[in-house]
């Protein structure tokens, strides 16, 4: 059995923790890679080849008691196919695939690079702003919504909604109050626009799933419901934290500023590094459908597991020097979207939006400067990145 320092503590609610939770997570793969929280009642996987063979092991590692460590957080989005084992995951999941493939995905790439000029251009003018109010948090809003269809008069307030639905005020532990308001005025907003688009069709994805037949039935109100909230903070604040995350680090990193600005081709390379190095998931949650046994220890059936994506993503057994951001590095082994049936479905779009947006930013943002200073945290069990992000430029 392995021995763990009284000291040695993974609490994924601490502000401590959101501020660096690196050294933990390498401790945690060197002296506990099957970790215990009595306290909050759950497992932790640390190292890379234990976390994604969690995350392909569907049957044993079950998504069907939530994937958050707060079951319901999310409101309607923990009743997402996220959340579910196949078979209904498999019918669902398909029903919506046909908008992700990248050849559809592809098609989007102008008017991605349109709309990040647009708000980049506007930043750029001013000399500076806020990075994320604006422009890594509506670049990614806009793409979703259109793909869906939310009007664009609703999009701030969803945006808002959000933010307050993931944040998690210091020493809370549970859902606080403010975010089941905020996850009941989105729920609100989203049942509205089923109203509108069943009395009114169009070409977007919520029209087509109204009129999606699983198994020779439409599909619940509730399931539709649920994958706009998927779509909205899944989709959307991961790849809202990717822009920022990635400023930060080139900002940390001069060499690797040089190079990526003498070689505007990079920004892919850019983009993948950022997600192993720092990504905007850090960890999913899985419930155990039978005992099982791990590094001697013996975990119970219906027992919660968190795999610990960010921990994976720098273990030294998979990466060479895997605390150094170096673009030029291979990430091919990175578990940033998961792994298995319940892999990111928005990942060639994450990567897409990521791409263009940083090429635009090294295009249309001259010489900027982040003030650390005044950078603020997001403060989240499982999402990563700045809620704000001063910069200057120019
Ligand atoms: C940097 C951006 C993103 C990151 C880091 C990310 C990360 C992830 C991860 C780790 C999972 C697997 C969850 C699990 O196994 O329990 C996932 C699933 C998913 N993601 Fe993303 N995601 C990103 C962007 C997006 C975007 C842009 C969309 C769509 C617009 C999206 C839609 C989804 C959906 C629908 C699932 C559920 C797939 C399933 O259960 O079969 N994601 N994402």
Redesign the pocket.
């Known amino acids: 059995m392995t021995t763990v320092s009284a000291v040695l503590e993974l609490d994924p609610f601490a502000w401590t923790f959101h501020d660096d939770p690196y050294p933990i997570y390498a401790r945690l793969r060197a002296e506990a890679p099957l970790y215990r929280n009595e306290q909050r009642g759950f497992w932790a996987l640390s190292r890379h080849a234990d976390v994604a063979a969690a ?1 392909r092991d569907w049957e044993l590692f079950s ?1 069907a008691g939530g ?1 958050a460590l707060e079951h319901g957080a999310e409101a309607s989005a923990s009743a997402s ?2 959340a579910m084992d196949p078979p209904r ?1 498999d019918q669902l ?1 398909g029903l919506v695939s046909r908008a ?1 493939t990248p050849r559809r995905v592809a098609a989007l790439e102008p008017r991605v690079r349109q709309l990040a000029r647009h708000y980049l251009g506007g930043l750029a003018q001013r000399g500076g702003g806020d990075f994320v109010d604006d422009f890594a948090a509506r670049l ?1 809003m806009d793409v ?1 919504s259109e ?1 869906l269809g939310v009007p664009v008069e609703q999009r701030t307030e969803l945006r808002e909604w959000a933010d307050t639905v993931l944040h998690r005020p210091e020493g809370v532990v549970g859902i606080p109050p403010a975010a089941r308001v905020a996850s009941g005025k989105m729920v609100a907003c989203f049942v509205e626009l089923l109203r509108e688009r069943r009395r009114q069709p169009g070409t977007d994805l919520v029209s087509a799933l109204l009129d999606a037949e699983v198994t020779g039935e439409r599909l619940p109100d509730g399931e539709i419901l649920a994958f706009l909230f ?2 909205i903070i ?3 604040e ?2 809202t934290k ?1 822009l920022a995350n990635a400023m930060y680090w080139l900002s940390r990193n001069p060499e690797q500023r040089a190079l990526v600005e003498s070689d505007p081709g990079l920004a892919a390379r850019w983009v993948e590094e950022t ?1 192993r190095y720092d ?3 850090q960890i ?1 949650i899985r419930t155990l459908t039978r005992d099982h046994e791990l590094h001697g220890r013996r975990m119970p059936a219906g027992d919660k597991v968190a795999l610990l ?1 960010g921990s994976a993503n720098r273990d030294e057994r998979v990466f060479a020097d895997p605390d150094r951001f170096d673009i030029l590095r291979d990430t091919r082994e990175s578990l ?3 792994v ?8 060639s ?2 990567r897409l ?2 791409r263009v947006a940083l090429e635009e930013v090294l295009a249309h943002l001259p010489r900027w400067t982040i003030d650390e200073s005044r950078l603020v945290r997001v403060h989240s069990p499982n999402v990563r990145g700045f809620a704000r992000m001063p910069l200057r430029c120019g």
């Open positions: 995350f998504s994937v196919f996220l995951h999941r992700f990614p979703v793909l998927l779509m899944a989709g959307n991961t790849t990717l997600l990504n905007s998931t999913m994506i940033s979207f998961g298995g049936i319940h892999f990111c479905l928005g990942a779009l994450a939006e990521g």
